[in-house]
């Protein structure tokens, strides 16, 4: 008996729970699933007596859950094949809805249009019913209704023409992966609504009512008041009526993490509600002799946070945040936090293994080593201190431990950060149990809950407008940077080595590890230059890259409310690949699929010089510079007369016998003009192509004149437009032009040095699981041809 007691406090689940996840990471990085003999390997090496066998085992088991659950999320998925089928599914509106003005990425209406300003744009996971024509439908499909003037609530039924779509997103090196996102949400299809109609609601979903009746009663609780957005957020978790300003500012003060129902909002509660119940308990000779306070703390706290993460909807981030409380309250409970390291395993290994897509949660990462971070700096080498220095310490503790997982999945941190979490963090523990405390009163007494959660709201709204003030004068508080992952790693052990418990001799080391974060990561250009055309959906963004400059021409689209190409997409990439400012920025004319970035663009990265649309430094033919060897020269720009589209600057890239022709929207007129004026100029290796290969483009004179070795669509998965148009396609075809399309091979790279040409795609270089196949064949119905490209 002893000697089994003395083996169990000797056994640690750490290098299990390390090796079952490390065979879910594994699973989760292929570009397919494996087939099932290959699991028979590791399955009959484990059955070998080995000091690795419980190990491999592990590893194998993470690996199978996590194909297992992917598997059965990809049967799921609304095949290519079916791509655009309009069916008529009855089924429940199973979010709160997001409302927002009717700007679409196909064009909509402009912001102040009389009947746009009547009309919205809702955005819901709709789950169809369980009926014979919805059997082959996924489970949970992301819809999106333009231009309604129906009013959606969570939990309600109807009846929707859908025209369904397959999952699919840009794909750019660092950029955000829309599909991935999808996939993990268990999303097995997007779609459009057509039309709908009521139908009789259902008995499921009883959570949803419950929290969207809530949301009615906020709006009509506080009817137009500022912080409205901000208790409906700290709630309920709903944070659609946050604009984009809000997201910047929560962003530079580094307090985005208190308003995104996380963790954080979790442990708040349950750890007042710890406080709360265990003084008042102890003040009861009776009650503490039959349950000692603190354990009635503890499970008081676990009920808590349980009733509050049902409010605030059960969402992943907030059912790991439950578990992982839970089950290091069991261990409290048992007395197993004096060694936290198995309880935080446990609780790891049982998440991931109830769901091994979390691991592809930033979130999952940042709950878990801000906890484990807690109870590592605790013991380590600074001297115990109390009060606010003790809260200082810990803040800044923590700032530094995370920084390198921050600057891993989101590019950046923010300067300030620490220090305005030292007062946000003590006022969000305030204020979130008042403003639930408020919303309870309303609900049940409201004579003393309204006047409470008006209060409340009323200190809130003053502690938002101090963040946009901090926020507003500290506009280059974020920190942007993409560290290489050798960097990111050696800066994490910097980081544990730094608050080693004391006695250790590791605090140069630390320190010298975590400079890596500073050290250039710039993938230079020895000779040439580099073009890459971003897959920004519908629209164009282009980076060049010389030995010592980078040039961006147009920045991709933006929609209010909606995608946004210069923050998802360019600015990622830019920074990935180790770019921390911009020489030039043109923007070739002023649609909004080429200048909506812009704005999110600037708002990181430093420009030097701007021209083209929306500057005082129009286009103008003839300008000409060179950066490093390379050639640049404007051939066009607009004209009075001219269309917008047609006003398109037009830009030649040329160094030794490589040359690249930039060329916006221009269309048939422009390039007779060109032909006319500067047929010397036209010639080219690489064209990317007019108007994103529209009909009214790429003429066959034109063509002839440039003679591209390589032509580039940019241009959005079927995307309504039918870009490239057949036409156009077939007539590069009888060239023998090799092309290829953003939206169907993602972001495409060309380096071109002397008379090297190497193109590659980055779609079907990156696949996972989850990611949608190359398409080979275009809407168009013609053969894509990709030559060049690899």
Request: proline share 6%; hydrophobic share 50%.
């Amino acid at each position: 008996m002893v000697a089994s007691r003395s083996l169990g406090r000797r056994f640690s689940p750490v290098p299990l729970v390390f090796a079952f996840t490390l065979g879910a990471l594994a699973l989760l990085q292929l570009p397919t699933l494996p087939p099932l003999g290959l699991w028979l390997l590791p399955l009959t090496a484990a059955l070998f007596r080995t000091r690795w066998r419980g190990l491999l085992l592990a590893f194998t088991i993470g690996a199978a859950l996590t194909a297992q659950r992917a598997s059965e999320l990809i049967e799921q998925r609304w095949p290519v094949s079916r791509y655009g089928e309009v069916m008529i599914v009855e089924g429940i509106v199973a979010s709160l809805p997001q409302a927002s003005s009717t700007a679409t990425s196909d064009g909509g209406d402009k912001p102040g249009d009389e009947v746009a300003d009547s009309l919205r744009t809702w955005r819901f996971r709709f789950d169809p019913l369980s009926t014979p024509r919805a059997a082959d439908l996924p489970e949970h499909i992301r819809a999106a209704w333009y231009r309604s003037r129906e009013t959606l609530r969570g939990g309600d039924c109807w009846r929707l023409t859908l025209s369904l779509r397959t999952p699919h997103g840009s794909r750019n090196p660092g950029g955000f992966d829309y599909e991935g996102w999808l996939f993990r949400q268990g999303i097995g299809a997007t779609a459009t609504v057509r039309s709908g109609e009521r139908c009789e609601t259902s008995s499921a979903h009883a959570l949803l009512k419950l929290r969207q009746g809530f949301a009615d009663r906020l709006a009509a609780w506080l009817p137009g008041h500022p912080a409205l957005p901000m208790v409906a957020a700290l709630t309920l978790g709903d944070t659609s009526g946050l604009d984009e300003d809000d997201w910047q500012a929560f962003r530079l003060t580094g307090t985005t993490h208190l308003v995104a129902i996380s963790g954080f909002n979790v442990a708040i509660v349950a750890g007042v509600m710890f406080w709360l119940i265990r003084w008042l308990w102890s003040r009861s000779v009776f009650l503490s002799q039959r349950l000692p306070a603190p354990r009635a703390a503890l499970l008081a706290s676990v009920i808590a946070a349980l009733l509050y993460a049902l409010l605030a909807g059960f969402e992943p981030p907030v059912q790991r945040a439950a578990w992982m409380l839970g089950l290091l309250v069991l261990a409290g409970w048992w007395g197993g936090l004096g060694q936290p390291s198995r309880a935080l395993a446990l609780a790891w290994a049982v998440i991931v293994a109830s769901d091994p897509l979390s691991l592809l949660s930033p979130g999952l990462w940042l709950s878990f080593s801000a906890v484990a971070a807690i109870f590592y700096v605790s013991g380590g080498r600074l001297a115990p201190v109390n009060g606010w220095r003790a809260a200082l310490s810990i803040q800044l503790m923590l700032s530094v431990m995370l920084a390198p997982l921050t600057l891993y999945w989101f590019q950046g941190t923010s300067l300030t950060g620490p220090l305005v979490n030292l007062i946000a963090v003590p006022a969000a523990a305030l204020l979130t149990p008042a403003l639930l405390l408020a919303l309870l009163l309303a609900a049940v007494v409201p004579v003393l809950g309204l006047p409470l959660l008006q209060r409340v709201a009323d200190v809130l709204a003053l502690a938002q407008d101090g963040l946009l003030w901090i926020a507003g004068q500290t506009p280059q508080a974020w920190l942007a940077a993409s560290p290489e992952p050798a960097a990111l790693l050696l800066a994490l052990i910097g980081a544990i080595a730094l608050f080693a418990p004391a006695g250790l001799p590791t605090r140069v080391f630390g320190l010298l590890a975590l400079s890596s974060l500073a050290l250039p990561s710039a993938r230079n250009v020895d000779n040439g230059f580099r073009m890459t055309v971003l897959d920004v959906g519908q629209g164009l963004a282009v980076v060049v890259q010389t030995a010592r400059h980078t040039l961006l021409f147009d920045a991709g689209p933006a929609w209010p409310g909606s995608f946004d190409a210069g923050r998802s997409v360019v600015v990622p990439y830019l920074l990935r690949s180790g770019l921390r400012h911009i020489d030039r920025l043109i923007v070739s004319h002023g649609d909004l699929d080429h200048r909506g970035g812009v704005a999110a663009v600037a708002a990181v990265l430093p420009i030097a010089s701007r021209s083209g649309y929306g500057t005082d430094t129009p286009c103008r033919a003839g300008e000409h510079w060179n950066w490093d060897g390379v050639d640049f020269e404007l051939l066009a720009g607009p004209e009075d007369g001219l269309s917008d589209n047609d006003g398109s600057c037009v830009l030649r890239i040329a160094q030794g016998n490589q040359a690249v022709l930039l060329t916006g929207d221009i269309e048939a007129r422009t390039e007779a003009r060109l032909l006319a004026e500067l047929p010397g100029k036209l010639p080219a290796t690489v064209l990317v192509t007019p108007h994103h290969g529209s009909r009214t483009s790429s003429t066959a004179a034109f063509l002839d004149a440039v003679q591209p070795q390589l032509a580039i669509h940019s241009a959005g998965w079927h995307h309504h437009f039918g870009h490239p148009a057949r036409v156009v396609v077939a007539r590069m075809a009888e060239r023998g032009i090799a092309q290829v399309a953003t939206g169907d091979h993602g972001a495409l790279t060309v380096d071109m040095s002397g008379d090297r040409l190497v193109c590659e795609r980055y779609r079907p270089n990156a696949l996972r699981l989850w990611s949608t196949p190359a398409d080979e064949v275009w809407r168009s119905g013609v053969p894509s041809s990709i030559g060049l490209c690899r």
